[in-house]
C-alpha cells in the first residue's frame, strides 16, 4: 500500500533502509496541529516537550532537537573533544565512516579506529587505543564513540555489562563516552535493557527519530543541562538553528508514542527472510547473527557482485543496498509488511540460488 501522500513507486519491498519511511495519516495530523513558536528563542512548546521526554527516557538532565542524527552526533564531539586532540571508535562506525570528515573539518578533531567483528564493541578494544596524560608530544584521547545498534555492523546489539566495563576504564583516565544511538530502541526492544540504563553509561547520547521510528526529520541529543546549554550555541553555529520545528517535533512525539513496541514486527520479519535465505544458500547468512532488523547478505558466496545483485533485485521490485563489493544490506522498517517481506524472500532466494556473476575470492 502507498503511504498518504506519497507516489508510487513499483517498489514492493524497499529494504534500501529504515530512513525510507513515509509518515502515515495519524502522524501528519500530529504534526499539522502542533503548537509552535521560535525555537531559537527557546519559544516552541512542542520541540520542548520533546527534548524532555527524550532526556527523561534516556536517564539525562536536558536534550536538544537536532535536523539530523550527524549534526547530534557532530555535537557530541564537539563538546567533548577540543580542536587537536582525538576520538576512538570501530573502523565501521557511522560518525567515522559516513559523516564525511565533520569531526575533522568542523571541530579540527582526530580519530584512531580499531577493528571489530561486525561492529561488535569490547571494552579492551577502546582501552587499547586510548593515550592520555602524553603532554605535548602525542595525540591526546578525550572521547570514546560507541554505536548501538551498528549500523554497517548489521544491526549488533552492544552488551550492556561490555559498556559499563568501558565506562569504568575510560572514567580513570578522564575520556569520555558518546553513544551514537541512532538505533537504540531497536536495541532496547531486542534485550528489554531500559533505554535509561544504556543512556546513563554515556556524557551524551544522540538518538534519531527518523530510522526505524519512522518520523520523517529529526533527531536528539541528551546530557547534562550545561553540556546541552553548550550545545546549543554549537547548533546554531553549525547552521542547525530551527524556528516553527514543532511540526517537526510532533512527529517525533508521535512516533515514540507508537512505534517503539512495533520494532519487534522489524526483527522478526528480518530473521524469517535471513532463516530462508541461508536455507536457499547456506554460508550466504548466519540468522543468528540478525539481532535486530538489519540483515547483510555474503552474495559473493553465492556468486554475485553486490551492484549487480542489487540491481537484478530492483528488477523485481526489491531495493536493497550494497555496503561493499561482496555483501548487500537489507533493512526492515514500518513501510515493510509480512506480505512485502514474503515477496523479498522470493525474489532474494531465488536471485541467490541462481548462479549470478561470479566474483574473484577477496
Ligand atoms: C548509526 C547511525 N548514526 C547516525 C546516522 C546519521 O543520521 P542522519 O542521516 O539523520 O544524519 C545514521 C544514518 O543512517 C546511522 O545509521
Not at 11 to 30: C, F, H, K, Q, Y
Not at 155 to 167: C, D, H, N
Amino acid at each position: 500500500m502507498t503511504p498518504a501522500g506519497t507516489a508510487s513507486s513499483g517498489i514492493r519491498a524497499d529494504l534500501l533502509s529504515d530512513t525510507v519511511t513515509r509518515p502515515g495519516v495519524a502522524m501528519r495530523e500530529a504534526m499539522a496541529t502542533a503548537l509552535v513558536g521560535d525555537d531559537v528563542f527557546g519559544e516552541d512548546p512542542t520541540i520542548r516537550e520533546l527534548e524532555e521526554r527524550v532526556a527523561a527516557l534516556l536517564g539525562h538532565e536536558a536534550g536538544l532537537f537536532t535536523p539530523s542524527g550527524s549534526m547530534a552526533n557532530q555535537l557530541g564531539v564537539r563538546l567533548h573533544v577540543r580542536p587537536g586532540e582525538e576520538l576512538v571508535g570501530d573502523s565501521l562506525a557511522h560518525v567515522l565512516r559516513a559523516e564525511l570528515g565533520a569531526a575533522a573539518i568542523l571541530s579540527g578533531i582526530s580519530s584512531r579506529t580499531w577493528v571489530s567483528e561486525r561492529g561488535r564493541f569490547r571494552a579492551e578494544d577502546a582501552a587499547s587505543l586510548m593515550i592520555t596524560g602524553v603532554g605535548p608530544y602525542q595525540v591526546c584521547t578525550a572521547l570514546v564513540i560507541v554505536e548501538n545498534t551498528h549500523n554497517f555492523g548489521g544491526g549488533t546489539v552492544q552488551s550492556i555489562e561490555e559498556i559499563r566495563r568501558a565506562r569504568e576504564l575510560t572514567r580513570e583516565r578522564g575520556v569520555a563516552m558518546h553513544l551514537d544511538g541512532a538505533r537504540l530502541w531497536n536495541a532496547h526492544v531486542a534485550t528489554g535493557v531500559p533505554l535509561a540504563d544504556y543512556g546513563r553509561e554515556f556524557d551524551t547520547v544522540s538518538v534519531c527519530l527518523s530510522k526505524g521510528l519512522g518520523a520523517p526529520v529529526g533527531s536528539v541529543l541528551v546530557g547534562s543541562a550545561d553540556a546541552m546549554a553548550e550545545a546549543r550555541v554549537w547548533r546554531k553555529r553549525f547552521g542547525g538553528g530551527m524556528r516553527q520545528a514543532g511540526i517537526l517535533a510532533a512527529a517525533g512525539l508521535w512516533a515514540l508514542e507508537h512505534h517503539i513496541d512495533r520494532l519487534a514486527l522489524d526483527h522478526g520479519r528480518a530473521r524469517r527472510a535471513a532463516e530462508a535465505m541461508a536455507e536457499a544458500v547456506p554460508g550466504c547468512v548466519e540468522p543468528a547473527t540478525v539481532e535486530t532488523n538489519i540483515v547483510i547478505v555474503d552474495v559473493a558466496a553465492a556468486g554475485w557482485a553486490a551492484p549487480e545483485f542489487v540491481a537484478a533485485a530492483l528488477q523485481r521490485g526489491v531495493r536493497s543496498y550494497a555496503v561493499d563489493p561482496r555483501a548487500v544490506r537489507l533493512v526492515w522498517h514500518l513501510d515493510v509488511d509480512d506480505e512485502a517481506t514474503d515477496h523479498a524472500i522470493d525474489v532474494l532466494c531465488t536471485l541467490l540460488s541462481e548462479h549470478g556473476p561470479s566474483l574473484p575470492p577477496s
